[in-house]
């Protein structure tokens, strides 16, 4: 249950590589209206994700293989930190909206979409929905309502970043569940996406799980840690600009 949640929220860092990283550059409009992204086949992210329970580490890599006009699909590998580049042929394939909005992992279908991001985005904007899925032992549902709260200066591993923060509040409940217990909580998470690689960089996810067992609780920080445009490797260590 807690890896399908992890790879919900998902949500680069752009340096200058030679050729094609500079065509691809985007000017941050700090306090304007940021539209969606450029996304391409080929690109990679790496993330850090921390167990903020148990303190334990892992990470999460997502490769796009293709985009569509409304589409865009993923490769996704979840591994040591260490892990080399993605095999040929691993992972879970995941379909997302243009929003990058989840539409499905694996075999897991959201209705009608997990409503993470909406463009064009810009401080004060709010936006809320209502998605549910079966998650193994019932169908989930969460209720969310997001808000950009404005401007911050991020710093991750993959470098810093002006980012739009972005909070996202809701309840979580489920039904049919097969556990004695069905889940009843809350969540209250906070995303930073960084219009200058068109990614989000860093997120605090945290869910409730009101019942005595407590199987919905969930507490990670998600931190950027690579980005290939295109597959073209480069150092994470180089600072944004």
């Not at 985007?26 to 086949?41: E, F, H, K, L, Y």
């Not at 068109?198 to 969930?218: A, C, Y």
């Amino acid at each position: 249950m807690h890896c399908l949640l992890r790879l919900l929220f998902f949500w680069l860092l752009l340096t200058p590589v030679p050729g094609l990283a500079e065509q691809r550059a985007v000017a941050t409009n700090v306090g304007g209206s940021i539209g969606r992204p450029d996304i391409r086949v080929g690109d990679q992210w790496k993330y850090r994700v921390t167990d903020k329970f148990t303190r334990l580490t892992h990470s999460v890599s997502v490769e796009v293989m293709s985009v569509t006009e409304n589409r865009i699909q993923t490769r996704n590998l979840e591994s040591a930190l260490d892990a080399a580049s993605l095999p040929a042929a691993a992972g879970v394939i995941g379909v997302w909206d243009r929003d990058w909005n989840p539409l499905s992992h694996g075999t897991i279908e959201y209705k009608p979409f997990y409503p993470v991001l909406q463009f064009p985005l810009e401080p004060g904007k709010q936006w809320s929905g209502t998605v549910q899925w079966y998650g193994g032992s019932g169908t989930l549902r969460h209720q969310l309502t997001a808000q950009v709260a404005g401007w911050e200066r991020v710093t991750v591993p993959a470098g810093s970043f002006d980012a739009l923060r972005i909070t996202v509040r809701g309840n979580i409940s489920e039904t049919g569940s097969i556990n004695y217990y069905s889940q009843s909580g809350s969540i209250a998470n906070v995303t930073w996406y960084a219009p200058a690689i068109g990614q989000i960089v860093k997120k605090e996810v945290d869910h409730s799980d009101n019942t005595p067992i407590g199987l919905g609780r969930l507490s990670e920080r998600w931190e950027l840690v690579e980005y290939k445009p295109n597959g073209a490797s480069f150092g994470k260590s180089r600072p944004a600009r």
